[in-house]
């Protein structure tokens, strides 16, 4: 079984559409997060979410939007691509382990914006 | 600002030790971790870090200075699975994950 599953794993698509990322974990946990992880291979936090709040990342363009329908759910939408979004986003969730905040990735989804 | 610093790139033999370092200026600290990363894969984690000393875990060490604001990864008995980027993240004092840009290891046979 897929502990945090993201569909798709590759997107391709032209600069100005709107396109979706899903998320969906099944272990339970708390807090899902978005992160992007440029071609210099730095992850970025984009937001961090559990049932009471979401935390967004400051520098995140508004064209960047979180969805969560539930728990176990965190969608990212993104409107008006363009060039630089290309990268690979990785989707996590996170439970606390003896005082670490443990954080389980999805297998990431490629955006390539042409 | 918030800085991690890791090597780019190390290159080592199968069989060998190889130490990967990792310095860290950060507002605050709760804890340094250690993730592994295959290339096209995510990444896992390998390690937790809160107090200074050394943490064992099979072939895998990690070390935490925290007056240092050093850390390093141990890898003992190197494999050819091995080869992958490892990354080093610090939580700050608002418990927000700082993470380096990772070092790639390559394992020679």
């Known amino acids: 079984d897929t502990a945090v599953s993201q569909t798709p794993k590759y997107l391709v698509t032209q600069m100005g559409n709107d396109k979706s990322i899903k998320c969906e974990q099944n272990?339970?946990?708390?807090?899902m997060y978005w992160y992007k992880q440029d071609s210099k291979k730095f992850l970025k936090i984009m937001f961090s979410?559990?049932?009471?709040?979401?935390?967004i990342n400051e520098t995140v363009p508004n064209r960047f939007s979180p969805k969560s329908p539930d728990k176990a759910h965190l969608n990212l939408h993104i409107n008006s691509l363009e060039l630089g979004d290309s990268a690979v986003y990785f989707c996590?969730?996170?439970?606390?382990?003896?005082?670490?905040?443990?954080?389980?990735f999805g297998a990431g989804s490629r955006l390539t914006v042409l | 600002g918030q800085n991690i610093d890791q090597p780019t790139e190390m290159t080592a033999t199968e069989g060998a030790i190889v130490q990967i370092n990792c310095t860290y200026q950060?507002?605050?600290?709760?804890?340094l971790f250690w993730y592994q990363q295959h290339a096209g894969e995510a990444p896992t984690f390998l390690s937790y870090?809160?107090l200074d000393g050394l943490e064992e875990k099979g072939r895998f060490s990690s070390f935490l200075s925290r007056s240092k604001g050093y850390s390093y990864l141990l890898l003992k008995e190197l494999q050819m699975k091995d080869s992958a980027s490892y990354l080093c993240?610090?939580?700050?004092?608002?418990?927000?994950?700082?993470w380096g840009a990772g070092t790639k290891l390559i394992i020679k046979p």
């Open positions: 996590a969730s996170s439970q606390e382990l003896s005082g670490a905040n443990v954080l389980t």
């Open positions: 950060t507002s605050g600290f709760n804890g």
């Open positions: 870090n809160v």
């Open positions: 979410y559990n049932n009471k709040e979401l935390i």
């Open positions: 993240a610090v939580r700050d004092s608002n418990y927000q994950l700082i």
């Open positions: 272990l339970g946990h708390d807090t």
